[in-house]
């Protein structure tokens, strides 16, 4: 298949095309930019492979321009929490509009296949099983989880959408979440470093997340489905000594606010659909991290 990645030059989206590629699918990237050295260090050689088209989310006709000719979209381009709490209407016109013009382009050309990130920020701090969020962000990803069903009951256009909670593995630098992978970063540059946040969250690792969205791209269009992909529930604490487990005087502190949301979303019915994603362990997600930013300093 020829897959349409928005976003693709970002960290998940890297990834990504880095796993398509390698299956022999032919990979389309919309970024605003060029493309970055951090994306060839994920990609590897495939990123020769990959057709790196420049636009903006939010401008309609160049969506369906750069969608045109594809068998399906992973939609990916957004701005996360602190970016959307700066700048609102910024952030409504990339998250929300952006993902209303994937949709318009998937109908228009008769695209049946749609992957979209949504996230666990849809839940508020106090509730893991009712979305109700208290960021911009988070209120952004619910409405777009919203389009996603009016669009399948109106024009049967077909959707998963996944809901990730910290995804980390190497190359994960920006967002409020990415202490995590930081920690990683620093340690193996023997460098100090603090989480900026304190608490008990989900950690999935980039490796998982990208197998979801590949097993979602199999999947026979029937509907608008979202599926939870918390990882596995730990502190920062545990953070801190699975990184010390492999560098054992790796200087990681914590301190700041806790996260704006719930600390365990649950899987629901993502195994029940989806029974061979893996799952890696925060021990083993940590150490391929720390052994990637090693080895690509």
Avoid at 10 to 26: C, K, P, T
Avoid at 53 to 76: F, K
Wanted: proline residues 6%; glycine residues 12%; hydrophobic residues 45%.
């Amino acid at each position: 298949m020829r897959i349409l990645i928005t976003g693709g030059g970002g960290f998940i989206g890297a990834w990504l095309a880095r796993r398509l590629a390698g299956r022999g699918h032919q990979i389309r990237v919309l970024e605003p930019i060029g493309c970055t050295a951090q994306f060839n260090r994920i990609v590897g050689t495939a990123a020769a492979s990959v057709e790196w088209r420049i636009g903006d989310i939010t401008e309609t006709d160049v969506v369906r321009a750069v969608a045109d000719g594809c068998d399906g979209i992973v939609h990916l381009a957004g701005v996360l929490t602190p970016a959307c709490k700066a700048d609102p209407v910024r952030g409504a016109m990339i998250n929300l509009v952006g993902t209303l013009n994937v949709f318009n382009a998937a109908l228009a050309l008769g695209i049946k296949r749609i992957v979209f990130t949504s996230s666990a920020g849809v839940y508020g701090p106090d509730d893991d099983t009712t979305p109700l969020p208290i960021t911009h962000y988070g209120t952004f990803k619910l409405a777009c989880e919203g389009s996603a069903r009016a669009y399948w009951e109106d024009h049967r256009i077909a959707s998963v959408g996944f809901r990730p909670y910290i995804v980390y593995g190497f190359g994960r630098e920006t967002g409020l979440t990415a202490g995590p992978s930081l920690a990683c970063r620093a340690a193996a540059r023997r460098e100090a470093y603090v989480i900026p946040y304190v608490g008990t969250a989900g950690l999935v690792f980039v490796d998982d997340v990208v197998a979801a969205y590949e097993a979602a791209l199999r999947r026979e269009p029937d509907g608008a489905h979202v599926f939870n992909l918390p990882g596995e529930v730990v502190s920062n604490d545990e953070v801190v000594a699975a990184v010390r487990a492999v560098i054992p005087d790796a200087r990681i502190g914590i301190e700041g606010p806790v996260l704006p949301f719930a600390e365990d979303i649950g899987e629901g019915e993502l195994r029940r659909v989806f029974p061979d994603l893996p799952a890696t362990s925060l021990r083993d997600g940590i150490r391929r991290t720390i052994e990637l930013y090693r080895t690509n300093p």
